[in-house]
């Protein structure tokens, strides 16, 4: 059995949720690897399979003045030192289908953006790769997630997995309907849920200089989590700092560090009590008591 198969029968079976989590952006060699020592001790403490997720190339910023990190050939390298050092699967995002290859040659999980998940081509090349797919999912219908699943499969590779990430309401808000972690299940596999980008406000947020950034309610991160826990995702995505009021990208969606293993502790007990995995079975026969 190959390890691409491996990990993804390890995540379908995790309970009762997996973990993908890390800072938003490679800021440095030494801050992703205190930022990987950490989680990782974490995830182990609570028992959560992890892995580590972090971007080399921020390609989708709303201004040309964002950091985009290090770009993909020393991202990677950064990537694969995590990888052998703590001994974690690792997850990063590709952009454009010739990106896919290499990343594909790193990651073990190769995650679609969610502006991008519709776009065929994108989706067949990581496909290709044989690697785990993690679709997004935020401008369009849960019913899509179908279809973009779909593409991968038929391009060989049923390792695929889908995760909501909000819905767009107006120009600067994100909506988390938690209908769609129900909904989505019918692309017939796992379902995450991303509880800190779906919060996310898009170019929501005034610069003192002109222009705009992306804001966020990361005081609602919590519930969104919360919510999650209790619907019975089978993977839960977010983003964390240990500085988040200086982190050069996502700073307001991204989760505190400190509060990490408070937080996980309080999930794994809403979900390890929820029976959210199992169809609530509806007798809709007429009741007399």
């Not at 519709?118 to 785990?132: E, P, S, Y």
Request: proline share 6%; glycine share 6%; hydrophobic share 45%.
């Amino acid at each position: 059995m190959d390890s691409s198969l491996l990990l993804y029968n390890l995540l379908k079976a995790a309970e009762p949720f997996f973990l993908l989590a890390g800072p938003n952006v490679i800021e440095s060699e030494d801050h992703i690897m205190r930022m990987a020592n950490h989680i990782k001790t974490v995830a182990s403490k609570v028992g959560l399979p992890l892995v580590f997720k972090s971007s080399f190339d921020k390609a989708n910023r709303t201004s040309s003045k964002s950091f985009r990190g290090p770009g993909m050939i020393e991202g990677l390298k950064i990537l694969e030192k995590v990888k052998i050092a703590y001994d974690i699967p690792i997850v990063t995002d590709v952009h454009e289908t010739v990106q896919c290859e290499a990343v594909g040659r790193a990651a073990d999980i190769i995650q679609i953006p969610a502006f991008l998940c519709r776009q065929t081509d994108l989706l067949v090349a990581a496909a290709k790769t044989g690697k785990i797919i993690n679709v997004k999912k935020q401008f369009c219908a849960p019913s899509v997630m179908v279809n973009s699943a779909e593409k991968i499969r038929l391009a060989g590779n049923p390792n695929v997995m889908v995760c909501e990430r909000g819905t767009m309401f107006g120009y600067n808000d994100l909506i988390v309907d938690p209908r769609n972690l129900e909904w989505i299940r019918e692309a017939n596999c796992p379902v995450v849920a991303d509880i800190t980008h779906s919060l996310q406000q898009p170019a929501g947020k005034k610069l003192d200089g002109g222009g705009v950034a992306s804001g966020g309610l990361r005081e609602l991160i919590s519930c969104i989590a919360r919510t999650a826990a209790a619907v019975g995702v089978d993977g839960i995505f977010m983003e964390m700092h240990d500085d988040p009021l200086n982190a050069p990208v996502d700073g307001p969606t991204q989760w505190p560090l400190r509060h990490l293993e408070e937080l996980l502790e309080e999930l794994v007990a809403i979900a390890r009590v929820s029976k959210g995995k199992q169809p609530f079975n509806i007798n809709l026969t007429p009741f007399r008591d």
